[in-house]
């Protein structure tokens, strides 16, 4: 089991004060205590190691022995995920960002039944970057995975237009994604449709050749890891 990371924005100084909901966190709810080492991260790549020196309920001392750079991943994974229904949104968002993906794009479909008023976009959004940054710290990322505002068709066709490569999962596409070739940088966007696929209009409107996964057809919820497993086991994973 590794350390315990925590954000901490700041990373600058020998002796770093967690406190905030993070220290809260870290100290009433984890019980971290003296003696205990963590990670800290500013979610950026850059990290902070050392043993916890005082603890309260306010948060935690840490004194720190260590010190790291991630570089950003290359290619970037960008999925563009169409609003789910209920609880497999946060399913979605807290794999997707477990894998590794840098990029999530909530996607207003025209069969997502999303009803887009100003308030529930908002705590929608809300929601969605809680999970990531939640699961970010989870699987011990130092570059947290961010999302994006909701996303229009239009958005979508121009995040796509400016890839290094598109990818487009469709139940009744030919073209097999493992005939794809990756790109050494650039962005990988794979665009992930609603429980009730992606309306052809929105297919007109992306202009690029949509592709398979398999034989079976995938939730909505868990098309997007698949997919983005499968990429990174050809590239980032290698």
Request: hydrophobic share 45%; aromatic share 6%.
């Amino acid at each position: 089991m590794g350390l315990a990371v925590f954000y901490l924005p700041d990373l600058d100084g020998p002796e770093l004060v967690l406190d905030g909901a993070e220290g809260r966190h870290a100290a009433v709810v984890r019980r971290i205590g003296p003696g205990e080492r963590i990670r800290l991260t500013d979610g950026r790549g850059s990290f902070a190691e050392g043993a916890v020196t005082a603890s309260s309920k306010t948060g935690l001392t840490v004194a720190v022995d260590r010190r790291g750079e991630v570089d950003a991943a290359s290619p970037r994974l960008v999925v563009v995920q169409a609003l789910p229904k209920g609880e497999r949104a946060e399913l979605a968002v807290e794999m997707l960002t477990e894998v590794g993906v840098d990029l999530i794009v909530p996607w207003n479909a025209d069969r997502s039944q999303f009803r887009a008023n100003p308030e529930r976009v908002a705590k929608t959004e809300s929601k969605w970057q809680s999970w990531a940054f939640e699961s970010s710290k989870q699987s011990r990322r130092s570059w947290f995975c961010e999302v994006a505002p909701i996303a229009s068709t239009s958005e979508v066709a121009k995040l796509l237009s400016d890839a290094a490569l598109a990818v487009i999962l469709h139940e009744e596409a030919t073209t097999p994604m493992a005939s794809l070739e990756l790109p050494a940088a650039g962005d990988i966007v794979i665009v992930v449709g609603p429980e009730g696929g992606i309306a052809p209009a929105e297919l007109e409107a992306f202009a690029a050749t949509p592709v398979r996964l398999g034989s079976t057809v995938l939730r909505t919820s868990t098309a997007g890891v698949a997919a983005a497993s499968a990429l990174l086991a050809r590239s980032r994973w290698t």
